[in-house]
């Protein structure tokens, strides 16, 4: 029976989704879990995984359409099994911005490059072939036209003319300082001005002592080398003690839903990383039920995965609070913007050595300062204030942690 593929939802309000490539080509065979698609939202681009077994067929939406959620896209099918009636073709991205899209086109040369038509032709003449191993050109991403969409040499060599063209492009918007955005700058610079314009912000700073999160830090990295596994980072202790305090302060974990305050019975970690192109944030679920371990071997592997563009619609999904720490980069403190409709982000800056008062002698110590950002809809400053304290004093005394 066949298994339709369908654009999927990957947060409440998404109407649409993008389609930027297909990872098999129609008619190759695809086994469940694979990844077959890949989409853009505007939280990330991530990878979509196959829902079952089969060969990919019936594909009715070509790279750069605007997919409405839940039509289908494409079938997978049993060997000579045909797949259902053909569904209505996605809009295109040109059809669905209209006409601004067509005056824009010289802009977005190089972008239009990078998303060149995907669908693939199942043939290519044995002349295509060696013209694309002389020029370097990946044949999955050229378009065919000749008989059954058979890749022609003359396809290869315009695919290749318009690659050089969009290059030109690139190196003459670079020249002139105008530059398109990648979709991930794209998209963070869409949210953030979303976020910073409709969202309330306030913000509370607190520097937190550090020692014995520097401490713990060391003890459970001795003891993954034993065991040799990776040590945890600070930012590892950070999400389990964040995790655990949020537990205590659930309207902390709220989030914004129009007009009401809504409750989350999990707690959902976004943790800020780092990409080419801008920041993406990817989620540990759950995060307070986890030991240390198991909240680093997540993240590394999450990491590893948004750096390589290949983030899964689960990995970015269901976030309740996001963690932003730039203190590897050595910065002492910083303000992080809202992602809604969470209710707030804690960003945590550099730990470094200060001179504080410890029983009324200046002492120098490790400090940290940490400050979180809150949607006033959802909480009041005492009550931030009570959260903020209360992690404070947490990684002040984290040996308690697994």
């Known amino acids: 029976m066949a298994i339709s593929v369908v654009m999927p939802a990957l947060e409440m309000a998404q109407e649409t989704g993008k389609l930027l490539a297909w990872r098999k080509k129609e008619g190759e065979s695809v086994r469940k879990g694979e990844p077959l698609l890949e989409i853009e939202t505007d939280k990330a681009v991530v990878e979509v995984e196959a829902p079952g077994d089969g060969l990919l067929a019936g594909v009715s939406a070509e790279v750069g359409a605007v997919i409405p959620v839940g039509e289908t896209i494409a079938w997978l099918v049993a060997p000579g099994e045909k797949p259902p009636a053909k569904a209505r073709t996605a809009v295109s991205a040109r059809r669905a911005m209209g006409g601004a899209a067509q005056t824009a086109v010289g802009a977005q040369a190089t972008v239009a490059a990078k998303t060149a038509v995907a669908r693939i032709a199942p043939q290519i003449s044995p002349k295509a072939r060696r013209r694309a191993k002389e020029l370097r050109i990946d044949i999955a991403l050229v378009p065919g036209t000749g008989p059954d969409g058979v890749i022609t040499a003359e396809d290869v060599q315009k695919f290749a003319d ?33 976020s910073w314009t409709n969202v309330p ?202």
């Open 162 to 194: 318009a690659k050089a063209g969009a290059g030109a492009v690139a190196a003459q918007a670079t020249a002139s300082g105008v530059e398109p955005p990648s979709p991930v700058a794209r998209l963070m610079a869409e949210r953030t001005t979303q």
């Open 201 to 402: 912000h306030f913000f509370l700073v607190r520097e937190a002592d550090a020692g014995e999160l520097i401490a713990a830090q060391r003890r459970l990295g001795e003891e993954a080398k034993k065991s040799q596994k990776s040590a945890p980072t600070i930012t590892d202790l950070l999400i389990a003690l964040l995790a655990r305090a949020l537990a205590r302060h659930p309207r902390m974990n709220a989030s914004w839903a129009g007009e009401s305050i809504r409750s989350n019975t999990e707690v959902n970690i976004s943790v800020a990383i780092a990409v080419k192109d801008g920041v993406v944030s990817a989620v540990i679920p759950k995060a307070d039920t986890l030991k240390i371990a198991e909240i680093s071997a997540l993240r590394r592997e999450l990491t590893e995965r948004a750096r390589a563009g290949r983030l899964r619609p689960a990995d970015i999904t269901g976030g309740t609070f996001t963690l932003s720490n730039l203190g590897m980069y050595q910065v002492d403190a910083f303000s992080a913007i809202i992602t809604p409709p969470q209710a707030a982000v804690l960003a945590v800056g550099a730990i470094s050595e200060r001179v504080v008062a410890v029983e009324g002698r200046p002492v120098v110590r490790p400090m940290m300062t940490m400050t979180l950002s809150s949607d006033h809809r959802v909480v009041d400053g005492a009550r931030a204030a009570e959260f903020l304290n209360d992690l404070a004093e947490a990684v002040r005394e984290p040996m308690k942690l697994p």
